[in-house]
């Protein structure tokens, strides 16, 4: 299924990816670091090291949930579930056929 959405589609995986390592990696490195439990040197390392490299690993696993949700809320948007006199949902399958 080729994605094409209008500008800005692309926004919700990034948000979603940005979430998950900042509040859910980052934040509690940042937690263990200020309250001694984890060295600051080993929470300043692992927190750039997980800056880094995990948006890159996460990315398509986020694009994966923003999907998810999207066609959670808009079911009618899937390919399959359109009905047959429907014209106002254009998709580019309808334009390769």
């Known amino acids: 299924m080729l994605i094409k959405r209008g500008n800005g589609f692309y926004i919700g995986p990034i948000c979603i990816n940005y979430g998950f390592i900042a509040f859910g990696v980052i934040s509690p490195l940042m937690i263990l670091g200020f309250s001694a439990t984890l ?3 080993w929470t300043l390392s692992l927190s750039i090291l997980a800056s880094f490299a995990l948006p890159i690993l996460f990315y398509p696993f986020a694009w994966s949930i923003w999907l998810m949700l999207y066609y959670l809320c808009l079911p009618k948007e ?3 579930n359109r009905s047959e006199n429907s014209d106002d949902l254009l998709f580019d399958e309808d334009e390769r056929l």
Do not use: C, D, G, K
């Open 39 to 41: 060295p600051i040197v």
């Open 78 to 80: 899937l390919y399959e």
